[in-house]
């Protein structure tokens, strides 16, 4: 019997909104969380702006003593997890513990840790490193403390895959519970770097958009004169469950989810492949899975950069997988709103498909106002669209040539 799996719970701490609630709202909304960087001082730098998230506070969902021991990628991680359990209604009794599991990325892990802990031993010398230094900093302390938070027992591991983190983890939760290795997955991704030198990474690498007046106009997805991305920062967590258990105890579906797909560029460490063929791979197989025609899906939440090359790419990939029908499916890219959050960024977009099948509302490609020859799709530009999907797909790129797409269907009931 194939076991089939659906979400029941979003949690999200982003640039427009510290819950999943608000910053949903503030997506169909058209409104952006691009301002002037606060954080630290951007003087030396030729952008002076990110999406970061802002008025944090974990302290009521997470006790003192434990945040004393999280960076910030792990508190971001942490809070939207437990946001998504609650707001799936779940509670990880003492005998479904083992059949819980915790699939969450990040491409850094806890950066701000490792400069800090750096710097003290360059400047005092080993002994004034502390014991929870490397506790902090790894890729998988965010997973390992949702875990802990939570008392999940079941499988647990932090892709790493850069930009297509998040969706990774999507993705390998929903296999991990469709092969019955669990029965209820907190999957998604957390990201810290709103911070100098990974700033000056993106500056140098000529990928940061330049500022514009006002700044949340920097990031135009798909548009003419597209030159680049704004960095963000947050997390963002699903809860997946298998359909008969949820069911079972009368929760609330927002989509099922029907198709992973994960593939590799093999082409460059930084550049997509021009020809498409990773992401139209990836997403072949999303539908391959599914078992649904291509026809059926309405809605392809994009990776979105503004990168020239992204655009271009992204476009190729769902006109050869998508034939006839590309000039029908509605995309989108809310990266303009949230930044580019990294690993965050592809578990955000996933909640993005299933609120859309749930709402029947997509968020706009914001600051869209030149069309592109080379994106010639409907980018739902600049405002909300009302729309009754059956089925849609969420894309991510990521550094190293990793591509990785997820294909909800909308939930009827049946």
């Known amino acids: 019997m194939i076991r089939r799996v659906v979400v029941t719970g979003l949690g999200a701490v982003s640039p427009v909104g ?12 058209g409104e952006s969380g691009v ?31 434990a945040l004393k021991h999280m960076d910030r990628n792990a508190q971001f991680g942490v809070v939207s997890a437990l946001e998504a359990l609650v707001d799936a209604g779940l509670t990880i009794d003492e005998d479904k513990r083992e059949r819980v599991g915790v699939i969450f990325g990040s491409g850094g892990g806890g950066m701000a840790t490792t400069f800090k802990w750096y710097d003290a031993f360059k400047a005092r010398g080993p002994r004034r490193v502390s014991p929870f230094a490397m506790t902090n900093f790894i890729a998988d302390a965010a997973s390992g403390h949702i875990a802990i938070q939570t008392g999940a027992l079941g499988p647990n591991y932090s892709p790493t895959s850069a930009c297509a983190t998040g969706t ?5 939760g929903f296999s991990a519970i469709k092969l019955n ?14 911070l ?52 079972a105890r009368g929760a609330d579906i927002y989509a099922e989810v029907l198709g992973y797909g994960s593939s590799s560029d093999a082409h460059d460490m930084v550049a997509s492949d021009a020809s498409a063929r990773g992401l139209r791979n990836a997403l072949n197989q999303a539908l391959f899975e599914a078992e649904i025609p291509s026809e059926s899906v309405g809605y392809v939440n994009t990776h979105g950069t503004a990168t020239q090359l992204n655009d271009r790419v992204e476009t190729r990939a769902i006109k050869e997988v998508f034939g006839a029908h590309a000039s029908e499916v509605l995309v989108s890219s809310i990266k303009p709103a949230t930044g580019h959050m990294m690993s965050a960024s592809g578990a955000l977009e996933c909640s993005v498909i299933a609120l859309a099948l749930k709402r029947g509302l997509i968020p706009p490609t914001l600051n869209y ?11 739902v530009p600049n405002e909300a669209r009302e729309v009754r999907l059956e089925a ?20 009827n009931g049946g």
């Open 196 to 247: 100098p030198f990974l700033h000056a990474c993106f500056e140098i690498m000529g990928v940061v958009a330049p500022e514009t007046e006002p700044p949340a106009a920097a990031c135009r997805p798909f548009d003419l004169n597209r030159k680049g991305f704004v960095p963000g920062e947050g997390g963002c967590a699903l809860v997946l469950e298998e359909l008969e258990q949820a069911q």
């Open 392 to 411: 849609a797909i969420s894309t991510s790129v990521g550094l190293g040539g990793h591509n990785a797409a997820i294909l909800m269907r909308r939930w």
């Open 168 to 172: 990774n983890a999507v993705g390998e």
């Open 181 to 194: 290795r669990a029965d209820t997955m907190i999957v998604g991704g957390s990201e810290a770097v709103v």
């Open 35 to 65: 301002a002037p960087i606060t954080s630290y001082d951007a003087s030396a730098f030729k952008v002076k702006v990110a999406a970061e998230v802002r008025s944090f506070d974990p302290e009521p969902r997470i006790d003192a003593k």
């Open 18 to 29: 510290n819950d999943m609630p608000t910053t949903w709202e503030r997506l169909v909304a």
């Open 369 to 379: 106002e030149t069309p592109d020859p080379e994106c010639d799709l409907d980018c």
